[in-house]
């Protein structure tokens, strides 16, 4: 076969690669798992009663900051682990930074605070809870988003397991704080991310297993 008719052969059925398809699939797979983590969490929940109340404190607002942001980290981290080649130098920052900002804000106010109040603020009253009512209203996201980026081209399939469940995690944490009564920022930074950590942990161990070809 001469080289020309070879190369012709190769090209036969290419079609070209729609443009943000990733972004869209990603889309759709928050968007399905957020759906399903709210349900849940209005089966095995509530919302809380004084939720208006609540939106009123700044606390609160920082708490949905920090899941939003590393909300944004995961789908910036499935996105570029999904796509073979492209450089993820930059993932470890875009998730590090708002976990480094809540525990300055953490470490603040234990600081500042009264000696007898620290374990309060560091405990609340869910602490033995949070992480694995986080983890469990993660499901319906993790299976949501393992379904988007199989249809992708991943390759370094651990990490991108990892960044699976971080999405998930951090998407099922900000459903979470419609009932979550918690607004320390000692308590956000230690528990809310070990219920982020739980699925992403869970996705690095089975991202092999779940995203291989």
Not at 55 to 84: H, N, Q, T
């Amino acid at each position: 076969m001469k080289t020309d008719e070879l190369i012709g052969l190769l090209a036969t059925g290419i079609e070209a690669v729609e443009p943000h398809l990733a972004e869209r699939r990603y889309a759709k797979a928050i968007a399905a798992g957020m759906a399903g983590a709210g349900m849940m969490m209005l089966s095995l929940l509530q919302v809380r009663a004084d939720l208006a109340e609540a939106a009123l404190s700044m606390m609160f607002w920082i708490k949905l900051g920090f899941v939003g942001a590393l909300l944004l980290a995961g789908a910036f981290a499935s996105i570029r682990f999904s796509r073979p080649g492209a450089r993820v130098n930059s993932v470890p920052a875009f998730i590090g930074l708002p976990v480094l900002v809540m525990w300055c804000l953490a470490v603040f106010a234990l600081i500042t605070a009264d000696a007898d109040q620290r374990m309060d603020l560091l405990l609340g009253k869910t602490w033995s809870v949070c992480p694995f009512l986080i983890a469990t209203l993660s499901i319906p996201v993790f299976v949501a988003v393992i379904w988007a980026m199989k249809g992708l081209a991943p390759t370094n399939l651990r990490q991108a397991g990892f960044s699976a469940g971080l999405l998930s995690g951090a998407t099922a944490a900000l459903v979470y704080c419609l009932h979550c009564p918690e607004s320390s920022a000692p308590f956000i930074g230690l528990w809310y991310s070990l219920g982020i950590l739980i699925p992403a942990i869970f996705g690095a161990s089975v991202g092999r297993r779940l995203l291989q070809w």
